[in-house]
């Protein structure tokens, strides 16, 4: 302890070289060498950079924005480091907000709406020695009022729960994980900060933790899931991970069991959306993760191969290589679909001793069976259930195009991921390829062509029905089959929730030449509607087909 405490009197390094390889050696790379192109830095982080530094404090855009930069890639995100505190930070800014708990960071927004953009500013972190921290028995959740007092504090696992202490920047680049990710970059002079060698692994093509693995990923076991996730990211560009870096992976995952739920579950939907899912499974199954991190995650990799969750996960890629957003609830739908799919047609038919159940409330059955045993109360009961409890509602009502209904689904708030949901089923055999077709056309027509192709409906079902004639001598019924089944008409023939008029021949002509019996007409009465009898009509047909 004296040692130490003379060391640091003295300006040594606690562990002489030990402490020189910790800390790294501080290299600025000059424009020419590292050759960024300033034009790919995003004005609002430069703004934020500019602001800082004016008021005189350090500042540089960090992390994966740089390693992007150095590659040649435009960065979707970008984050900045500076000596300033939070609350510094925030009094400089006009729309910044301070958030987090094991550390403190604010949020800089530009813009409002979907267009806006957020720029996250961290202020440099200390090194701390663990070992040295405070320790509580519990998490988060139960040692809530211990750690609100404390500064540095872990688990008994080793997990850091708090630590928010500030530090130079030589510590702060210590304390970020990855290599590749821990430079800093001043746009103003266009120098690069590199503590740890990260422009030769960039150049080199390499994914290396900084320290020792197995010690940092007991730190923050989530360590374990960003490693799957840049190294997925990186793979496109020829990027692998260090030997080193990948082998205490599945040994360590273990400590993924006494991370939050909550923040398993915002780490898995990173990993699916970033634009790199498929990428992300193939390297799950290569560094031997496939089960293990996160039940739902183990679920989404098991399906991966199933011709709709992989169209679903190349979708959801497509859509973010495109710059167009993704949502959660959408991609969690369609790996969940068949649980749902195959749960309501069991109700339906009434198998394993249940009772039949109406289309409609047995769809609603499956869907809540689901979600507890799939979701949880992570977030099985916030808009992320409610957004796909509506996508899988609306299915069946694809079914019915007459009437009033088509009209109402259209202008549905959530019609369009319900539609992409069910183009994504004919793209595979489950609905038919004219239904979406057709549903893709009205969608965007205008009044007169929704009306031709509401009557295209019509006319479709009308040259498929069979209505029998009254012949002179009316044929017996078949023997066993009753005779009122076959007066029925098709099940087509009753489609629709408003009143329509159904031409019924009225006999033969005679042979006598005499003119035909006049056409009768018969008006059906309009349903009553109301306490789901809609939805259940709707989903009579569905239930079938699946």
Known sequence: MIKKFIDKLLGKSAGGAQGKSRFGKRQEVPAEVHKIDP?????????????????????????????????????????????????????????????????????????????????????????????????????????????????????ASGRVLRDNVWGPQEE???????????????????????????????????????????????????????????????????FKMEAKTAAPLVESSKLLADVPQSRLFDEMLKLLQTGHAIATVEQLRKLGLAKGIYPLLDVVVERADQPFVKAALQDTDRRVGEGKPVAPSFLLACVLWADVRDGWAQRVEGQRGQRPQPPFPALQDAIDDVFNARIGDVSGRGKLAADMREIWMMQPRFDKRTGSTPYSLVDQARFRAAFDFMRLRADVGEVSEAIAEWWQEFSTADDVRQQDLLEQVRDEQKTRQRVRTRDPVAPKPSRGEPAARQRQPDADARQGDE?????????????????AAPRKRRRRRKPRTGGGGEGGGEGGGSAAAE
């Not at 350090?58 to 890639?73: K, W």
């Not at 009143?499 to 003119?515: I, M, R, T």
């Open 39 to 155: 034009a790919l830095v995003d004005e609002r982080a430069r703004n934020v950079v500019t602001t800082l530094q004016q008021a005189g404090y350090e500042a540089y855009v960090v992390g994966g924005a740089v390693r992007d930069l150095l590659l040649g890639l435009r960065p979707k995100d970008f984050d900045v480091a500076t000596n300033a505190t939070p609350e510094q930070v925030k009094s400089l800014f006009r729309r910044a907000f301070i958030i987090g708990r094991r550390f403190r960071i604010v949020h800089v927004v530009y813009g409002r709406g979907r267009e806006h953009e957020v720029i996250e500013v961290s202020t440099f972190r200390a090194y701390m020695d663990n070992a040295a921290a405070e320790q509580v028995a519990g998490n988060e959740r139960t040692s809530k009022g211990e750690l609100a007092s404390m500064k540095h504090a872990v688990d």
């Open 499 to 515: 009143a329509e008029e159904v031409e019924v021949e009225a006999g033969a002509v005679p042979p006598d030449g005499e003119p």
């Open 172 to 238: 702060d680049a210590a304390r970020r994980d990855f290599t590749v990710n821990a430079m800093y970059y001043d746009p103003a002079n266009q120098v690069v900060v590199d503590y740890h060698n990260g422009i030769r692994d960039a150049q080199k093509l390499t994914l290396r933790m900084i320290g020792d693995p197995a010690t940092r990923y007991r730190e923050d076991p989530v360590r374990i899931i960003r490693a799957i996730r840049f190294s997925a990211k990186l793979a496109a560009l020829g």
